[in-house]
């Protein structure tokens, strides 16, 4: 969970907008949505959303390498799938259309139910620890390099291929 100032999907959608014109940055807003529910363009704005997925490549050193961070902040949707959904459909985005091999997670020690879905659900592995900061770092490799120089997915990403609704400032009624 953020430390940021829960804000309304309008503001969410420009903070998105904001971020779209950022290289460093990428996030996916999670909606909630009833079962058989079809979120369309024209319906979007009337969902309510529940949290948030990002990606920062703040790495400098290595551009195909992102920090992932994931928020559900309406406790009633939390341990509900809708975060592991959305990660690996993160995961997925970045590895296909970004060209990310490597993604970070740091979680605070006391997330505990964070720290088990990236170790158990997502094939995460821990790297570190930092006592001062109280928090664990996970990674996920996405691709390798073979010995020619060639790279090839990580073993237990699925060949996935969805569509993302995107929209436009002139969508949102503000």
């Known amino acids: 969970m953020t430390a940021s100032e829960p804000l309304t999907l ?17 996030t996916f807003i999670i909606l909630a949505r009833e079962p058989g529910q079809v979120i369309t363009a024209s ?8 949290g948030d997925v990002n990606l920062f490549f703040n790495d400098h050193d ?14 009633n949707y939390r341990r509900k799938g809708m975060g592991l959904e959305a990660i ?11 060209g990310t091999k490597r ?13 088990q879905l990236f170790l158990t659900q997502l094939g995460f592995v821990q790297i570190s ?14 691709s390798v390099e073979t010995e020619n ?11 996935v291929k969805f569509e993302t609704l995107e929209l436009d400032l002139k969508d949102l009624d503000l």
């Open 103 to 115: 993604i970070t997670a740091k979680i605070s020690t006391d997330n505990k139910g964070s720290i």
């Open 62 to 75: 290595d551009p195909h390498s992102a920090e992932i961070e994931i928020m559900i902040a309406e406790p």
């Open 149 to 159: 120089g060639e790279t090839n997915p990580g073993e237990d990403m699925l060949d």
């Open 43 to 50: 319906n979007v704005l009337e969902q309510k959303m529940v």
């Open 10 to 26: 309008t503001e969410e959608y420009e903070m998105q907008d904001s971020w779209h014109l950022d290289e460093e940055k990428c």
């Open 88 to 98: 690996r459909m993160m995961i997925t985005y970045a590895r296909q259309s970004l």
């Open 129 to 142: 620890f930092s006592q001062i900061f109280e928090e664990v770092t996970l990674e996920k490799v996405l």
